[in-house]
């Protein structure tokens, strides 16, 4: 499966944006997607996730409350908004798949790196002060 994200960019504190990440190669309605984000010098870390059929969704604590993840199974696309943007949200943000399927992984929704085993090249956001 191919990621290719889009949508990042340069915004104020207080701002928003939107992430899309287009998917192509594969079945993509039948796996969890999500987003993780790495600042210079940081470890990768957890974003957000939408299982398979967009009915979960969980958020990292940093971005909780101020992030919505959503797909559109019949597009191949998983978008995530970013709203009320602070300075330390700067990272670039890669889309990843989930390394199984819904039909192996039954009910579990990965949250961890290792849970995924495609990403994307990225997309930069930079929130200035």
């Known amino acids: 499966m191919q990621l290719v994200e889009s949508g990042g960019g340069m915004v104020q504190a207080g701002g928003s944006l939107r992430l899309s990440c287009a998917a192509s190669g594969g079945t993509f309605s039948t796996y969890t997607m999500g987003w993780s984000r790495q600042a210079p010098g940081s470890e990768r870390e957890f974003v957000a996730v939408?299982?398979?059929?967009?009915?979960?969704?969980y958020y990292g604590d940093s971005v909780n409350g101020r992030s919505t993840i959503t797909r559109d199974n019949a597009k191949n696309t998983v978008s995530l908004e970013l709203t009320s943007l602070k300075p330390w949200d700067t990272a670039v943000y890669y889309c990843a798949m989930d390394r199984f399927p819904q039909s192996v992984r039954k009910t579990v929704v990965p949250t961890a790196k290792e849970g995924f085993g495609s990403w994307g090249q990225g997309t930069q956001v930079t929130v200035s002060s």
């Open positions: 939408i299982n398979w059929n967009g009915l979960r969704t």
